[in-house]
């Protein structure tokens, strides 16, 4: 039996079963990422529904493993060396990808595309589309300024477009389906909840919708998008 004493949250979220990898989390975009890899990977695991609200990720809990107040963040209880706590999602689907053996390329070209890609939706897409949706959907559409939201707008269709071109004749961003992959979709199925789709002119997009769409027909994909589940209303 793993002995996860030395990680405090495990005292508010308690692990069922020590030896499987923990998984603390919420299913927004950068959430389901890892929920996704995990069910890709067969690796297995166990979900702890962690809020949004102050009262879950700004608990002494949950700072005691993630500092940074944000989901998602796990437990690995079979680290390299001994147990181990990761955060910050591009660096899970990293960790997973090495541990598993799977969806990380099979050579250093491979891995260095694949993480290409990857930062390229953790430093721009995933902001960008964050800040957009502020302004469209949550507190920032009441301002009555233009200039952020439209700033916002434009350089998600500015970014849109690179990831459009770049899967001209492709089915996946870096080869084989990867991290990648389950990094940049997860945002673009954001679109939808944030209501953008019209304002980035979505549907104009030759190959980001086809890709969307492959990437959603996924098993793995359909069953990650809800764990841990969302609360009822």
């Not at 009262?55 to 005691?64: A, Y």
């Amino acid at each position: 039996m793993a002995d996860l004493s030395d990680f405090p949250i495990t005292t508010r979220w308690t692990p069922t079963d020590p030896n499987v990898i923990q998984l603390f989390s919420f299913p927004t975009p950068n959430g389901v990422k890892i929920s996704i890899a995990l069910e890709e990977m067969g690796l297995r695991y166990e979900p702890h529904l962690v809020t949004l609200s102050d009262t879950d990720v700004r608990s002494p809990e949950f700072l005691s493993l993630n500092p940074n107040n944000k989901i998602p963040a796990i437990i690995d209880p079979n680290g390299p060396n001994g147990p181990i706590g990761l955060w910050e999602s591009g660096a899970i689907l990293l960790y997973l990808g090495e541990k598993s053996g799977k969806f990380i390329g099979s050579n250093a070209a491979d891995k260095a595309e694949i993480t290409k890609w990857l930062m390229f939706q953790m430093g721009g897409l995933g902001p960008m589309f964050g800040q957009m949706g502020f302004y469209y959907k949550f507190a920032g559409k009441d301002i009555e300024d233009p200039r952020p939201r439209n700033k916002y707008r434009d350089e998600s269709k500015r970014l849109l477009a690179v990831l459009d071109g770049a899967l001209e004749g492709k089915d996946w961003i870096a080869g084989d389906y990867s991290i990648a992959d389950m990094a940049i979709a997860p945002w673009l199925n954001a679109l939808s909840y944030y209501g953008t789709r019209d304002a980035v002119e979505f549907e104009k997009l030759k190959n980001v919708p086809v890709y969307l769409d492959r990437f959603l027909a996924r098993p793995a994909v359909t069953r990650g998008l809800n764990i841990p589940p969302r609360p009822a209303a």
